[in-house]
């Protein structure tokens, strides 16, 4: 299939791109690199550089590679910040995905993929978490991603585009082939910042709380590997080949991992010590959200298969070793 990777050259772009390439698909990527990076780039994928911003520029884009397929990952997704800079979320996220969108029923597109996200579920009223669960965001970033899922829900119904949004759980690791090595600009997610605590980049890792009603007291969250969500990517554009029915679907693992979990498996990996210290707790963090992800499962025939945390770990910390900054 001809697919439009727009935001391929980002952290999960550029792991969906690899996947999307080896699977032989014909794959071009949009991207305005303001995060993205053109060492995530791929000579057997092409590349335009543009701005979802200029809905000329994405037009032209479209019309002129005519791709069945589209991804659409161009998103800020920083939540806290989503809070404090509501308006540049929604310009970016929100008129940013309304321009794909036109441009993508303009140019005849078929399939439609989004990387949407757990954050449209808000606080974890039951666990694990389903498709079913109440979608009541906790913040304006969640709510980003929800309100383009129920853009995706009219232009199916008025224009016949069949999507399927998937909702993201924790992003994490790198290429388990060691293909993809570019680093997260000013990472804030956990597995970069310990890292970063790890190589002396920063001082140390804030651990957000200790005092929750989890095993060790700190946040439990459901890591899934990068490797495994491209993956889920590509099985979303069969399914929609296949079926021709759109779908909203969680990628997890259904597996609690804590703070403190993560900084012991980096000293494993690492064989060096990462400074921290617990500080109060992070305003709108959940204790624990673990996905239900049998959905998947059961529609996709999707399983995680890198997603054990020495995997998740371990390739991070080469991606890291990788840029040489240890
Ligand atoms: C994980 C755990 C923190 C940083 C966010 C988005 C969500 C999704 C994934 C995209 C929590 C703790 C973290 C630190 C810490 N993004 N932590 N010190 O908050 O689960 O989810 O990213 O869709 O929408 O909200 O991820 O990596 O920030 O935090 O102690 O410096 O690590 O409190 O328990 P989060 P995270």
């Not at 441009?103 to 078929?110: E, L, N, Q, R």
């Not at 906790?138 to 949004?165: P, Q, S």
């Not at 992003?171 to 002396?200: H, Q, S």
């Amino acid at each position: 299939m001809k697919i439009a990777v727009i935001g391929g050259a980002g952290y999960i772009g550029s792991h969906t791109v690899r996947e999307l390439l080896d699977r032989g698909h014909e794959v071009k990527v949009f991207d305005n690199l303001s995060s993205g990076l053109e060492q995530n780039l791929f000579k057997d994928a092409g590349f335009v550089k543009g701005d979802i911003l200029h809905p000329e520029e994405i037009e032209a884009f479209l019309q002129e590679f005519k791709p069945e397929g589209l991804v659409h990952l161009a998103a800020f997704k920083a939540a806290g910040e989503s809070m404090t800079n509501p308006e540049k979320y929604s310009v970016n996220n929100i008129t940013g995905s309304l321009n794909i969108l036109n441009a993508a029923t303009a140019a005849g597109v078929k399939y439609f993929v989004f990387s949407s996200s757990a954050a449209t579920y808000g606080a974890p009223q039951y666990m694990p978490v389903d498709e079913k669960h109440p979608t009541e965001p906790e913040n304006y970033y969640g709510y980003t991603k929800l309100a383009i899922e129920g853009f995706l829900k009219w232009y199916d119904k008025l224009r016949g585009i069949k999507f399927a949004a998937l909702r993201y759980f924790n992003a994490a690791g790198y290429d388990v082939k060691g293909r993809i090595t570019g680093l997260e600009k000013n990472p804030a997610n956990l597995i970069p910042v310990v890292m970063e605590a790890l190589t002396g980049r920063r001082k140390e890792l804030l651990v957000f709380g200790n005092d929750y009603d989890t095993p060790d007291g700190t946040g439990v969250r459901d890591y899934i590997h990068v490797n495994d969500l491209a993956i889920g990517h590509a099985k979303a554009f069969e399914y929609l080949q296949q079926k021709n029915e759109s779908l909203i679907v969680n990628l997890g693992v259904q597996r609690g991992t804590s703070v403190l979990d993560i900084v012991k498996a980096a000293e494993k990996a690492s064989g060096k010590k990462v400074p921290y210290r617990i500080v109060e707790r992070r305003p709108g963090d959940p204790a624990s959200l673990v996905a239900d992800p049998s959905k998947a499962f059961e529609l996709l025939g999707w399983k995680a298969q890198y997603s054990d945390i020495d995997t998740i770990i371990k390739t991070t910390w080469k991606a890291y070793l990788s840029n040489g900054i240890v």
